[in-house]
C-alpha cells in the first residue's frame, strides 16, 4: 500500500510496506542515529526509515559487512545520494507506521514512527551479547522503534539533542504503562536494542531558532504527547501490544522466565487428561480477571523488592497475602510457599499445583470410560 502525505513545512514522505522516504522541500538540520549519514548534518536531502522483511515477514541479510555498508546499499536501491541521505533499519512493517502531528500557536512537530518491540525489547543496561569491531560483520536482531521527528521550527544544536530526551523518555513511558517487560531479564523494557531517532528542522535563517525543547517547554510536551500516541498506535498495530493484549497471565510473567513449558515442567509426566487438558486450563486460567490482577500486584512486589524499595521480609509477607487470595478465590488448598525461593518461583510452584489439582478434580468428577 502507497500511502502519501505532505507535511506542514511542504516536505513530502511516500511511504510502502518496504520504504518511508521523506524528501526535503528546502535546507533541513537533521540530527539522526543514521549508520550511514548520522550525526549532526545540514547538506541532507532525504531520511528514509526501511524495512529489512521480505516476503512472509522473513528478514533479508545485511547487504554488507556493516550497517553503515548496507545502508549505503539501501540508499542506492531506493535511488537516494548516499552522500546526501541518512536512513533507518526495521524489521517492521511499514504499512503499521503512523504519523501523528501536533500544534500550539505557531508551533508544530509531526512524529512518524515504525515500532515493534515483541522480540528485541530490552531494558537498559541489560546483559549485551555484541561487540563491534572495526570492519567486521555484525548483524542486529530485529524488533525496532524508530522514531522521525519533523518540525518547521529552527533548533539550536543543543535544543535537538534535548529533544532526543524528550521523546526518548516518552517512549520509554509508553513501554513502562504497558509494562512490557525485557527479553533478556525480569526488568520492565526501556525500549529496543535497535531503537532510531531522526530529527529534521528547519536550516533557512527565516524561522525563530528554539533553544529548549524539554519537558518545561510548549514544544517539548508537544513533542512528547506526539511520540506516545504514535508509539503506541504503531505497537498496536506491528504486534498487538495494547492493555487489553497485556491482561494476561502468561504475558506478564514471560519477563521473569515463567512460561507454560515452565509451569508444565513443574508437573508430573503424566497428567490428567494428558497435555490437551494441561493446555486447555492454562488458556483459561491465563486470562482469568481474578488471577491476572492478583499476578499484577504480586510481580509488582518483586519489582519493588528488587529496586530495594521493599525489604524480602514486607514483600515475602504480601505476597504470602495474594497467594491466600489466589487459593480462596479457586478453593485450592495451596502448599505452603517455600519462603527459600525468589518470589516469582513461589508463583509458578503455585500455579503448577493449582493447574495440577484442577486436573485432578476434573478427573474426579468426571472420570475416564
Keep these: 500500500m502507497k500511502r502519501c502525505f505532505s507535511l506542514l513545512n511542504g516536505d513530502q514522505l511516500?511511504?510502502?510496506?518496504?520504504?518511508?522516504?521523506?524528501t526535503f522541500s528546502g535546507p533541513r538540520a537533521v540530527l539522526?542515529?543514521?549508520?550511514?549519514?548520522?550525526?549532526?548534518?545540514?547538506?541532507?536531502?532525504?531520511?528514509?526509515?526501511?524495512?529489512?522483511?521480505?516476503?512472509?515477514?522473513?528478514?533479508?541479510?545485511m547487504e554488507g559487512?556493516?550497517?553503515r555498508d548496507h545502508q549505503q546499499a539501501v540508499t542506492r536501491r531506493l535511488g537516494l545520494d548516499p552522500e546526501h541521505t541518512a536512513g533507518l533499519d526495521t524489521a517492521v512493517n511499514l504499512d503499521n507506521m503512523v504519523l501523528v502531528t501536533r500544534r500550539?500557536?505557531?508551533?508544530?512537530?509531526?512524529?512518524?514512527?515504525?515500532?515493534?518491540?515483541?522480540?528485541?525489547?530490552?531494558?537498559a543496561g541489560d546483559p549485551a551479547t555484541l561487540?563491534?569491531?572495526?570492519?567486521?560483520?555484525?548483524?542486529?536482531?530485529?524488533?525496532?522503534?524508530?522514531?522521525?521527528?519533523?518540525?518547521?521550527?529552527s533548533l539550536s544544536p543543543g535544543a535537538m539533542v534535548?529533544?532526543?530526551?524528550?521523546?526518548?523518555?516518552?517512549?520509554?513511558?509508553?513501554?513502562?504503562?504497558?509494562?512490557?517487560?525485557?527479553?533478556?531479564?525480569?526488568?520492565?523494557?526501556?525500549g529496543t536494542g535497535t531503537d532510531g531517532l531522526v530529527i529534521v528542522c528547519d536550516d533557512s535563517g527565516t524561522s525563530p531558532c528554539l533553544l529548549n525543547a524539554g519537558k518545561h517547554f510548549k514544544f517539548g510536551e508537544l513533542?512528547?504527547?506526539?511520540?506516545?500516541?504514535?508509539?503506541?498506535?504503531?505497537?498496536?498495530?506491528?504486534?498487538?501490544?495494547?492493555?487489553?493484549?497485556?491482561?494476561?497471565?502468561?504475558?506478564?510473567?514471560?519477563?521473569?522466565?515463567?512460561?507454560?513449558?515452565?509451569?508444565?515442567?513443574?508437573?508430573?509426566?503424566?497428567?490428567?487428561?494428558g497435555d490437551t487438558a494441561f493446555h486447555r486450563a492454562l488458556t483459561k486460567l491465563d486470562h482469568d480477571a481474578f488471577a491476572v490482577?492478583?499476578?499484577?500486584?504480586?510481580?509488582?512486589?518483586?519489582?519493588?523488592?528488587?529496586?530495594?524499595?521493599l525489604t524480602a521480609a514486607q514483600a515475602g509477607d504480601w505476597a504470602n497475602h495474594l497467594l491466600g487470595e489466589l487459593a480462596a478465590h479457586f478453593h485450592f488448598d495451596a502448599p505452603v510457599p517455600d519462603a527459600s525461593l525468589p518470589l516469582e518461583q513461589r508463583l509458578e510452584a503455585f500455579l503448577s499445583a493449582l493447574l495440577l489439582a484442577h486436573l485432578r478434580e476434573q478427573e474426579r468428577i468426571y472420570p475416564a470410560p
Aim: hydrophobic fraction near 40%; include cysteine.
Design 65 to 67: 559487512d556493516t550497517l
Design 32 to 61: 539522526s542515529t543514521a549508520a550511514n549519514g548520522g550525526g549532526l548534518r545540514r547538506d541532507l536531502t532525504a531520511v528514509f526509515n526501511y524495512s529489512d522483511c521480505g516476503p512472509a515477514g522473513v528478514c533479508q541479510p
Design 293 to 309: 490482577s492478583a499476578a499484577a500486584l504480586y510481580l509488582h512486589l518483586a519489582d519493588q523488592l528488587q529496586a530495594g524499595l
Design 162 to 190: 534535548e529533544l532526543v530526551l524528550t521523546a526518548t523518555e516518552a517512549k520509554t513511558a509508553v513501554l513502562r504503562d504497558l509494562m512490557q517487560g525485557s527479553s533478556v531479564s525480569p526488568r520492565l523494557a526501556t
Design 131 to 153: 561487540t563491534e569491531q572495526d570492519g567486521q560483520p555484525c548483524a542486529v536482531p530485529a524488533g525496532t522503534i524508530n522514531i522521525f521527528l519533523i518540525t518547521g521550527q
Design 14 to 22: 511516500v511511504c510502502t510496506e518496504q520504504a518511508a522516504i521523506l
Design 223 to 273: 513533542t512528547a504527547q506526539a511520540v506516545s500516541q504514535a508509539v503506541t498506535e504503531a505497537l498496536m498495530r506491528q504486534t498487538g501490544l495494547c492493555p487489553e493484549f497485556q491482561r494476561s497471565l502468561l504475558r506478564r510473567l514471560q519477563r521473569f522466565g515463567v512460561t507454560a513449558d515452565s509451569l508444565r515442567a513443574r508437573c508430573p509426566k503424566e497428567l490428567p487428561g
Design 104 to 123: 500550539w500557536q505557531e508551533l508544530w512537530v509531526t512524529a512518524a514512527v515504525s515500532a515493534g518491540a515483541d522480540v528485541n525489547a530490552l531494558c
